[in-house]
């Protein structure tokens, strides 16, 4: 059964590093969006520092949901999809590996860009390390999460606003405690670990509520 | 394909027709009779007599927390139960409990205004009404996206269940937030401590908008009942074409 | 009945509650007309379900 998870783990992963397949545009749209904020908010540095680990998770959040919608709809599209109905292994599990390799595309690449990104936006050192950290533990959360509005939206084509606006909602609360820690690190009235726990807690639920919910809604598209 | 039409549906439609207008007479009473009794009893010592929202304020809250519950069970008698009306009614909620929810957050809004001096203050309750108001308009952003009733009900009912999982964790995320951003000044954002003249007309007013959903909620089935029957008499219409 | 200085705040709510509710029920009675509509006009082109159709058969 661990066959069927890798094959489709790997080809997920090629997919999304060659051309066109989304690994990288992740990033550069985080840029883009890091870049924009302070056209608009003016370089006030103390107000950037203040803002930015909310910047870094809105701008993670949005390039996360982005990419997500074709996830699933691209394999709907070639016939894959049916295959992967077919295959030994539960589609609940091949949902999940699908929803790794879309992290290791495109969430990883998102948590070793904020650092960098947080220089532009004045971070200390000390901000940095936690941002990082925070996104580390909660973009899997932010994946899980859009696997089930990628699944829903499947046959759809229109889908992508349809999925960030089915799953915005639910990834308030990793928004909210991931920018907790990271400002609870800078010191002050917030802890740092509470929150932190509480986002790797919420990127476990969604680890599981994700594939079974998203397994279901594919399922759904057959009957 | 068969096109198969619901059997149920018959026995409803007969118990809708005549419900419905029972519901709405009750409603027009039960809210009048709570309006009174609301105007009637005293002032607020500290929030004047701003207070008179509050009976339409909490029990939109309530009611919009209510109906999705009902669109909950709803979505587990569609996946779980497979009952042929499972989904007619969750379709049928969802616009009315977006109402109410919208009703609460207008009128928190408003009663916020004379209050604390803003439209809008991100207290734990007021934003978690917001956060379950756009899950309201993403159930309604899905019912409208798939064509095939079945379908689309399925995958409504699969949204419905996650977000009602995520409503505790919302709930409690959000609360927790607010703690954090309390301003130094502290209102009773509570409201005002509810004694029995206050608490009274807030029930019987809950009881009426209650009894308002109910009759909207038996006509918007019976409405939907009806659409999916044209739809199916349309695709009859161009089977028997071909 | 006073309503004291924030009257307009207090009547504006009202208003807002009633006007959401009136859309509802606005909602619910256009939306029975129409679907009695669309099916009267396909009974009228001779379109009717199976169940009808086998009853006036049996007649």
């Not at chain 1, 509005?149 to 308030?172: C, E, H, K, M, Y």
């Not at chain 1, 990127?203 to 919910?213: H, K, N, R």
């Not at chain 2, 803003?118 to 064509?147: K, N």
């Not at chain 2, 509570?190 to 019987?204: M, N, Q, R, S, W």
């Amino acid at each position: 059964m661990i066959a069927p998870l890798r094959a489709v783990f790997l080809r997920d992963l090629r997919i999304a590093f060659r051309v066109g397949g989304g690994a990288g545009i992740g990033v550069v749209f985080f840029l883009a969006l890091v870049t924009v904020i302070p056209f608009a908010v003016g370089p006030d540095l103390p107000l950037l520092a203040r803002i930015g680990p909310a910047v870094l998770w809105i701008g993670a959040l949005l390039a996360s949901l982005l990419g997500l919608d074709r996830i699933f709809s691209a394999d709907h599209e070639d016939g894959s999809l049916d295959v992967m109905l077919l295959a030994p292994a539960p589609l609940e599990l091949i949902a999940a590996a699908k929803g790794a390799a879309h992290w290791v595309a495109t969430g990883l690449p998102l948590v070793i860009a904020a650092p960098l990104l947080g220089l532009l936006l004045g971070l200390e050192p000390a901000l940095l390390g936690a941002i990082t950290l925070t996104l580390l533990l909660g973009t899997p959360a932010l994946t899980f999460l859009g696997l089930v509005g990628a699944a829903l939206a499947v046959a759809l084509p229109r889908g992508g606003l349809l999925v960030a606006v089915l799953i915005l909602p639910l990834t308030i609360p990793v928004l909210i405690f991931g920018v907790a820690a990271t400002v609870g690190a800078a010191g002050g009235p917030v802890p740092f670990d509470m929150p932190l726990r509480l986002v790797g807690a919420l990127s476990l639920v969604t680890f599981v509520i994700g594939p079974v919910a998203a397994a279901a809604a594919i399922r759904n598209i057959r009957d | 394909m068969a096109f198969y039409e619901l059997a149920n549906p018959h026995r409803f439609m007969t118990l809708a027709r005549w419900l419905v207008p029972v519901c709405a007479a009750a409603a027009v009473a039960l809210l009048a009779i709570g309006l009174v009794l609301g105007f009637r009893a005293p002032a607020d010592y500290q929030q004047g007599e701003t207070v008179r929202i509050m009976y339409i304020h909490v029990p939109a809250a309530w009611l919009g927390l209510g109906i999705y519950t009902l669109m909950a069970i709803a979505a587990l008698g569609t996946l779980v139960w497979r009952h042929p009306l499972a989904d007619v009614a969750a379709k049928a909620a969802a616009p009315i409990g977006a109402g109410f929810t919208l009703i609460c957050l207008l009128t928190g809004a408003l009663w916020g205004r004379p209050m604390w001096g803003a439209y809008w203050v991100w207290d734990a309750r007021l934003t978690s009404m917001l956060v379950l108001f756009l899950l309201y308009l993403g159930i309604l952003a899905l019912w409208r996206a798939i064509e095939e009733p079945g379908q689309a009900g399925r995958a409504v009912a699969i949204l419905t269940l996650v977000g009602l999982i995520n409503v505790p964790i919302v709930k409690f995320s959000v609360d927790w937030w607010n703690t954090l951003h309390q301003p130094a000044s502290v209102f009773r954002i509570d409201g005002p401590t509810i004694h029995p003249a206050i608490l009274t007309p807030l029930l019987v007013m809950a009881l009426g908008f209650a009894a308002l959903f109910l009759a909207l909620h038996l006509a918007a089935m019976r409405n939907e009942i009806l659409r999916r029957r044209v739809r199916t008499l349309r695709l009859l219409a161009a089977a028997e074409a071909c | 009945m006073e309503l004291g200085q924030h009257a307009g705040f207090i009547v504006a709510a009202y208003v807002a509650a009633l006007v959401v509710l009136v859309l509802l029920a606005l909602w619910v009675i256009v939306d029975h007309r129409l679907q009695r509509q669309a099916i009267a006009k396909l009974e009228a082109q001779g379109i009717t379900r199976r169940s009808a159709r086998a009853t006036e058969d049996a007649r």
